[in-house]
C-alpha cells in the first residue's frame, strides 16, 4: 500500500537476490536502491520501516542512538528500533525480526525493551515458530512497534510457534490464523498485556 520504498542491505548475496525478486515481483519502478551503507542512518522520515538484521552481531555506526545507547557500536538487531522514533512519520511504525533474546536479556537490549515499554510503542509481539528463517533454526520474534499504537491499553501478544504447516522439512507460516489471534483473544495463542502488568 506505500508508494514508493527505500532499500538498503548489507550483504551482497541477499542484496542481489532482493532486487531480482522485486523485479520478478513487477514492484521494481517503487523501490529507490542505496548502495550507502547502513552504518550511516538516514536522515529521511518514512510511514515504516522494515527490518529483518543479522542476530547476535554488532555494526559500528556513525553516530549513537540517543534513545537507546551512548556509543557507536550497536547490536544489529536494535539499529531500526532506536532510530524509529526520529525516521518515521507521526503515525510511523516499525515492523523488524529480533531473536527471543530481546524479551528478557540485559544490556544494550533491556535498555531498549524499557523505553520503548515505557513509551508505549511496543504495538505487538508474535512469536514465530522454528525454522522460518534460512539464516536459523529458533524460533524469532516479530515485532511492531508504533507511536500510536492500535492497542492502546497494552501490548497484542500472539504464541503463533504452532500456527504453521510443514511441507517438505520447511515451515509456512498460517497467515490467516495469526490475523485472527491479533483481532480477537485466543486462548492459549494471543491476547492483549497491559502495560501495568509489564
Not at 46 to 73: G, L
Not at 74 to 102: K, L, Q, Y
Request: proline residues 3%; contains cysteine; charged residues 25%.
Amino acid at each position: 500500500r506505500y508508494a514508493t520504498m527505500d532499500a538498503y542491505e548489507i550483504n551482497h548475496d541477499a542484496w542481489v537476490l532482493g532486487k531480482l525478486r522485486v523485479e520478478l515481483s513487477g514492484y521494481s519502478d517503487k523501490i529507490s536502491y542505496s548502495h550507502r551503507n547502513v552504518d550511516t542512518w538516514t536522515s529521511k522520515q518514512y510511514d515504516a520501516i522494515v527490518a529483518m538484521p543479522p542476530f547476535n552481531a554488532k555494526i559500528q555506526m556513525k553516530k549513537p542512538s540517543s534513545f537507546v545507547n551512548s556509543n557507536n557500536m550497536e547490536e544489529m538487531e536494535n539499529v531500526a528500533i532506536s532510530r524509529f522514533m526520529e525516521s518515521t512519520t507521526a503515525d510511523g511504525c516499525c515492523i523488524t525480526f529480533v531473536s527471543p533474546s530481546v524479551l528478557w536479556a540485559s544490556g544494550e537490549k533491556a535498555r531498549m525493551r524499557e523505553w520503548a515499554t515505557r513509551n508505549r510503542y511496543i504495538d505487538t509481539i508474535i512469536l514465530l515458530p522454528k525454522n522460518m528463517l534460512a539464516s536459523t533454526n529458533i524460533p524469532v520474534v516479530f515485532l511492531v512497534l508504533r507511536k500510536n499504537s492500535l492497542h492502546k491499553d497494552g501490548v497484542r501478544m500472539i504464541d503463533a510457534s504452532d500456527l504453521f504447516t510443514n511441507h517438505r522439512y520447511k515451515n509456512y507460516l498460517n497467515i490467516s490464523d495469526i490475523m485472527n489471534a491479533y483481532h480477537k483473544d485466543t486462548e492459549k495463542v494471543s491476547v492483549t498485556v497491559s502495560f501495568e502488568q509489564i
